[in-house]
Nanobody
Framework: QVQLVESGGGLVQAGGSLRLSCAAS????????MGWYRQAPGKQRELVAT???????NYADSVKGRFTISRDNAKNTVYLQMNSLKSEDTAVYYC??????????????WGQGTLVTVSS
C-alpha cells in the first residue's frame, strides 16, 4: 500500500522560508519520480517541482530560483525547500509519486496535502 505523508507546512511571513518533507512507503522510492504540486483556493492543482530517479529536476517558472526539490533515497523522503516566500505561494502542497510499472503507464499517488500560508 502506497503512503505519502507530508509535513512542514504552516504560517510564515512573506520573505520567509519553509521546508516541506514527504515520507514515502510502499514504493521502490529510488526508481520513482517524486514531485510537489500545489492548489490555491479556487484554482487548479499545479506543478511546483519534480525530481526523477536520476536527480533531474523540473520547476514551475513561478518558483525557479526560490524553491529547491531534493530527495534522500536512504530515508525514502523528498523535500521542498521554499525561500523568499510570497503571498501567492499560499496553497495546499501535495506530494506526488509517479510510480513506474512494467508494461503499464505509471501510477500517480498523492499525499494528503499540507497547508502553506504566507502572510504579507
Amino acid at each position: 500500500q502506497v503512503q505519502l505523508v507530508e509535513s512542514g507546512g504552516g504560517l510564515v511571513q512573506a520573505g520567509g522560508s519553509l521546508r516541506l518533507s514527504c515520507a514515502a512507503s510502499g514504493i521502490i522510492f529510488s526508481i520513482t519520480t517524486m514531485g510537489w504540486y500545489r492548489q490555491a483556493p479556487g484554482k487548479q492543482r499545479e506543478l511546483v517541482a519534480t525530481m526523477t530517479s536520476h536527480d533531474t529536476t523540473n520547476y514551475a517558472d513561478s518558483v525557479k530560483g526560490r524553491f529547491t526539490i531534493s530527495r534522500d533515497n536512504a530515508k525514502n523522503t523528498v523535500y521542498l525547500q521554499m525561500n523568499s516566500l510570497k503571498s501567492e505561494d499560499t496553497a495546499v502542497y501535495y506530494c506526488n509519486a509517479n510510480i513506474p510499472r512494467r508494461f503499464r503507464e505509471p501510477l500517480d499517488a498523492w499525499g494528503q496535502g499540507t497547508l502553506v500560508t504566507v502572510s504579507s
